[in-house]
C-alpha cells in the first residue's frame, strides 16, 4: 500500500496492489467515492483519493487482496494509519 508516511493530504491518491496468478481480488476499506481499479499481468490494484471530510483526523485504511485457484484460497491484508492534512 503506497504512500507509506503518517500524514497525507487532501486529495492525495492511496494505491493497493497485489500480484498473483490468477490476478487477486483487491478491496480497500473504507470504501469512499472516487475508488479505481484494473488489473494486468497478473497485478491488481485499487486506489482512492483522501477525501475532504477526513480533514483533521486520524484513518485507517485497510487494503486485502484474495485469489482463488481450485479449492485454494490466498490472502493478504495491509493497513496504514495515517493523519489527513489540508491540500
Do not use: R
Request: with cysteine; proline share 7%; hydrophobic share 30%.
Amino acid at each position: 500500500m503506497t504512500p507509506d508516511k503518517p500524514v497525507l493530504h487532501v486529495g492525495e491518491e492511496i494505491k493497493c496492489s497485489a500480484k498473483g496468478n490468477p490476478s487477486p481480488q483487491i478491496t480497500l476499506q473504507p470504501s469512499v467515492a472516487g475508488q479505481n481499479e484494473g488489473q494486468h499481468g497478473g497485478e491488481a490494484w485499487k486506489t482512492m483519493i483522501v477525501p475532504a471530510e477526513w480533514k483533521g483526523q486520524s484513518q485507517t485504511v485497510q487494503c486485502t487482496a484474495v485469489n482463488q485457484l481450485g479449492d485454494e484460497t490466498h490472502q493478504a491484508t495491509a493497513s496504514a494509519t495515517f493523519k489527513v492534512i489540508g491540500q
